[in-house]
Each structure stands twice: as C-alpha cells, then as structure tokens.
C-alpha cells in the first residue's frame, strides 16, 4: 500500500484505486498522503478521511523537497526515498522528530546506492539524487532476519537444539541481525559461517532474571521476544513500540490478551511498551487468535517446544513466511 502510493503518483494519465483488507484499512496513512500532496500528488479519500481506499491520478511530480514526521512509520520514509529515483531532480526529504525503526530508512539507502544512486542521510536529512541511467547490477538479497527470530525462539525453549539458517551473514544490513545478539543471552548462540548460520543452544548460559530493551529501531522484533522470555520465566520489559499499534493488529494489546489466555495475568501494557513478570505458571492447549497479523501466529508458535498450543488462521503467516508451518514439520513438530 505505502510503496505502491507513491509510486502510481507519478505515472501521468493513470486512475488507481488502492484499497485492501479490512485491518489494511484502519491504518492511518494520512502522513505520507499529506507528503505527497505537498509534493504535488492528486490523492483522494474514498471513504474515511486519513484512510484507505484512496483514489489516485497520477501525474508529472514537480516540487522534490518535503517535511513529514519521522515518528509514525519508516516506510512512508523509505516510499518517499524510492519516489525520488523516479522523479526529476531526486528528492530532499525532512524528517521532523525522533526517527521511528531507523535501520529500516538505512537499508533503504543501502541498496539504492547498490544500483547506482547517490543518497545522503544526516541527521533528519535525507537526499536521492536522481542519475541519467540506472546501472545494471546483480543484487544478492539476504534472507530475513526477523524470520530467523522464530528459530531463535526455538533454540531458546529447547534442552539441545542445533539448527542451519542459509543465505545470512554477519555482516547484514539489516538491523534485525541484533537479534543474534539479544538470544545470546538467552542462552543461544550464532555460528557464522560463510553464507548461512548455525543457532545452537548453549546450556552453560546463566538466563538473566529480566529482559529490558528498548526496541524503537527493530519493532519487529517484539513479539519474538515477549513470547520468548514469557515462556523462559523471565520478567520483561520493551519499550520504543509505539507503532505497534497501527500494525496488523494493535500488537500491544493482542500480546496482553493471548498471554491472558495463557494464564499470565501479570501484564501491563502501555502506549508504546510491554511489562510481565516472570515466573508465571503457562496453562496448556489454548487457542491463540491471531488478529490477521502473520507474527502473532509466527511467536506464538515457538511456544510448541514447551506446550501443547493451538494457532487460529494458521494460513496468516503468508503474508512474510509461507513455508513456516513446513518448515517446523522439518525440525520434528507434530502440527495437525
């Protein structure tokens, strides 16, 4: 939806009407919307204002500087950065407040440069210089590590499991690649290698009795790392997730209700952190609602290692991971 905005913005003498699923459209997109018409772009409201489904003519886009706020979602940032290589003369973008999932706008500008663009980013300053010709090039596109979090999960749960990720690397752009880091002290270690991975569980790790981390530029991490120190029993703390209320669902909210439901009562919620206690006592064979959103099923599903747990619309998780159910079947989980 965001990328595919501004890019049929800027294609003159087209009609588009963009809309999608019902969750698609309760998320507010009024901040990119505002920043493309700033730039120029004929956008309309079909229904709610601030809303999908939007009407869009597309058009020539003249203007190429524009301010938007930084805090609400990194890819109205990296949208705006990639209509700059379509467009005459780039585009200069800046970004007002604290920036939301930074690592995300870096990864942007890091492969926009692999084929050939200049891109500067200082500060709350971000600049795409458009070039004559776009140089071909071959990209190698590394595999997801917020989707190796949910075998980092596993590693955790389990007494000795050992498992081979391919196609990762030490060196990623990414910045879900802290993951490795953040599982090391819960008690799963990271063997590089030189074009996959090995998690391996490390026995000898002593678990701390609380997690605390502030998760502002890798949200989507959070919900792996909830369920994980949940089924641990370690008190946790995450902090920075204030967009994880426009997600698929209001993640904050749906991770209290499921942990509900598991028996840990224990939850506080606020508007852009998660707080549990450790050491409460997980009730066995409940039924995990996913709300429509692919990383509740995904997390969720971890917990398999250490009860018997049920997953509601298992198919979700095609959205970002459609071999995970396959994939589990492979390490030995029984999925009925």
């Keep these: 939806m965001r990328f595919l905005l501004s890019y049929f913005v800027s294609k003159p003498n087209s009609e588009v009407i963009l809309t999608g699923s019902d969750r698609m459209k309760s998320r507010p997109i009024r901040v990119l919307v505002n920043a493309l018409r700033d730039l120029g772009a004929n956008i309309e409201y079909k229904n709610k204002d601030g809303y999908p489904p939007l009407k869009i003519i597309g058009k020539k886009i003249l203007k190429n500087e524009v301010s938007l706020p930084a805090d609400v979602s990194s890819q109205y940032v990296s949208s705006l950065m990639m209509l700059g290589l379509i467009i005459e003369n780039g585009i200069k973008l800046k970004l007002e407040g604290i920036i939301t999932s930074k690592p995300y706008i870096l990864m942007t500008k890091e492969l926009i440069q692999k084929i050939g663009y200049n891109v500067t980013v200082d500060q709350n300053y971000i600049q795409v210089s458009d070039i004559n010709k776009c140089s071909e090039k071959t990209i190698i596109v590394e595999?997801?590590?917020?989707?190796?979090?949910?075998?980092?999960?596993?590693?955790?749960?389990?007494?000795?499991?050992?498992?081979?990720?391919?196609?990762?690397?030490?060196?990623?752009?990414?910045?879900?690649?802290?993951?490795?880091?953040?599982?090391k002290k819960l008690g799963v270690d990271t063997i590089y290698m030189k074009d996959y991975i090995i998690i391996k569980k490390n026995k000898n790790v002593d678990l701390p009795k609380k997690v605390k981390l502030d998760l502002s530029d890798t949200p989507d991490l959070a919900q792996t790392i909830a369920?994980?120190?949940?089924?641990?029993?370690?008190?946790?703390?995450?902090?920075?997730?204030?967009?994880?209320?426009?997600?698929e669902t209001d993640r904050l909210e749906a991770l209290k209700k499921e942990f509900n439901k598991l028996g840990?009562?224990?939850?506080?919620?606020?508007?852009?952190?998660?707080?549990?206690?450790?050491?409460?006592?997980l009730s066995n064979n409940i039924k995990i609602s996913t709300y429509q959103d692919h990383r509740m099923a995904l997390s969720f599903a971890t917990l398999a290692v250490i009860i018997d747990i049920s997953i509601e619309s298992p198919n979700v998780v095609s959205k970002s991971f459609p071999s995970f159910w396959q994939n589990l079947k492979a390490l030995g989980f029984k999925i009925n």
């Design 143 to 183: 595999s997801d590590w917020s989707s190796a979090s949910y075998f980092y999960s596993i590693a955790a749960f389990s007494h000795d499991a050992e498992i081979t990720l391919k196609s990762f690397n030490k060196d990623s752009i990414q910045g879900d690649s802290i993951v490795s880091k953040i599982y």
């Design 227 to 247: 369920v994980s120190c949940l089924g641990l029993g370690i008190e946790c703390e995450l902090t920075g997730l204030h967009t994880l209320k426009i997600k």
């Design 264 to 281: 840990a009562n224990q939850v506080k919620t606020f508007n852009n952190s998660i707080y549990f206690k450790g050491d409460q006592q």
